[in-house]
Structures are given as C-alpha cells and as structure tokens.
C-alpha cells in the first residue's frame, strides 16, 4: 500500500477536462511540495508539475497542479488521444524519503 | 540538454550485488545546480527512489534500502554508480538514473532520466 493514494484509473473524452488525486498526510504532502510525473508504458517519467503548481519548461499549460492540506490533484485540460499514460504523484515523506502514489492508468475513450 | 544513458548486466544471481552506471553527456557532473540519482520500477508497479548523490559525495538514501546500497561518482569520465549488495527476486525492476534539480526544492525528483535498465535477479 502507497503511503501516498492514487485511484488507478481515470478516464475521459478527447477535449474533457480530467482531474487526479493524490491523497496524503501530513508527514508527506502536508510538510512540502508535490510533483507530479506521466509515463508512458515502457518509457521514462516525465516530469509535469514541481513544487505543486510549477511546470518545466515545455509542459503544456494544459497541465496543471494543485494542493490543498494534505491532498493534491493534478488536472487535465482539453484532453488529447496522447495524454493516455500512468500518472505519478510523489512527495517527500519525513519519515520515509521520497514517495511516489501507486499511479494512475489515464484512458483516453 | 543532458542525455542518461544506464549500462550493466541485466541478469544477476540472488545474493549477488547489483552495479549499475550512468554515463552522463550534456552536463557536467561537477554541476553545482544537480543531484544525480536512481529510482527503480519493478514491472507494472510503482516507482521507488533509491538514492542520489552530489558531485562532492554528499548522499540521500531510501532508509528502505540503505544498508544495501553504495552510490559513487566518478567525475573523470562524467558517471554515477550504484550497487545494490544481496539481491532477491524483489529487485528485480527497471533501474533508471537521473538528474536533480535542486531548483525544484527536492533531492529526488528527476527532471531528466535514462532509459531505463531491466535487471532480473534470478539464478
């Protein structure tokens, strides 16, 4: 069990909006930030969201983060075919390290 | 923009310690601004951090796995290593290095990775 709580599975519409939670408490995202990652299946993360709402450079701004207490949510704007891919959430515990959620599989209908 | 690329065997038996490195180019390990570091994913699960270190030694750790792991730097031919003692079957997973940012305020979030390594253990 993931100290941090993913649903595993989302999913939506080409050009629906979609959201992600990331449940935790508050020794993980209630102390600090949250990130967020999208993989795709047999490929490396990629990194979308830093320090809860920040994008790298190159991320769409149809991405976008959120926290509150101890809980985050990542959201999907105008939903396109190659946004289906696992979602991470991670955070950094004080008592465990860096945690990453179970993940969640984003299916594009 | 750096490139990561894994290298080692992909096979190891159990009770046997696991090395992998990460060969670097685009960025110096000497960099001030990274960390550089190993997260693993055993197949369909989730993503597990190991460890990162700086180009000075200064490390972090997975508790989890501390007393198993060594991490290493070796600036002279731009490379970080990680070796893994007493493997089970429980480690085997795809191994991936990668570069920390510390502008992003964590000693484990990659903003750039390798490709990942497979490594089995198994007899």
């Known amino acids: 069990q993931s100290v941090l709580t993913q649903p595993p599975s989302a999913s939506g519409t080409p050009g629906q909006r979609v959201t992600i939670s990331c449940s935790g408490s508050s020794s993980n995202i209630g102390e600090g930030y949250v990130y967020w990652y999208q993989q795709v299946p047999g490929t490396a993360p990629r990194l979308l969201i830093y320090r809860d709402t920040e994008r790298p450079s190159g991320v769409p701004d149809r991405f976008s983060g959120s926290k509150s207490g101890t809980s985050a949510s990542l959201a999907i704007n105008g939903l396109r075919s190659e946004d289906e891919a696992d979602y991470y959430c991670a955070a950094w515990d004080v008592r465990l390290s860096g945690v990453f959620g179970g993940g969640t599989r984003l299916t594009v209908l | 923009q750096p490139q990561l690329q894994e290298s080692g065997p992909g096979l190891v038996k159990p009770s046997e310690t696991l090395s992998l490195s990460c060969t670097v180019s685009?960025?110096?390990?000497?960099?001030?601004?990274?960390?550089w570091g190993w997260v693993r994913q055993p197949p369909g699960k989730r993503l597990e951090w190991i460890g990162s270190?700086?180009?000075?030694?200064?490390?972090y750790h997975n508790p989890s796995l501390k007393s198993r792991v060594t991490l290493s730097v070796d600036m002279s031919n731009n490379q970080f290593s990680l070796k893994l003692t007493s493997v089970t079957a429980a480690d085997t997973a795809i191994y991936f290095c990668g570069r920390v940012n510390i502008e992003y305020s964590s000693s484990f979030i990659f903003d750039y990775w390798g490709r990942g390594a497979l490594v089995t253990v198994s007899p």
């Open positions: 685009g960025n110096s390990i000497r960099d001030s601004s990274f960390y």
């Open positions: 270190i700086y180009y000075s030694g200064n490390t």
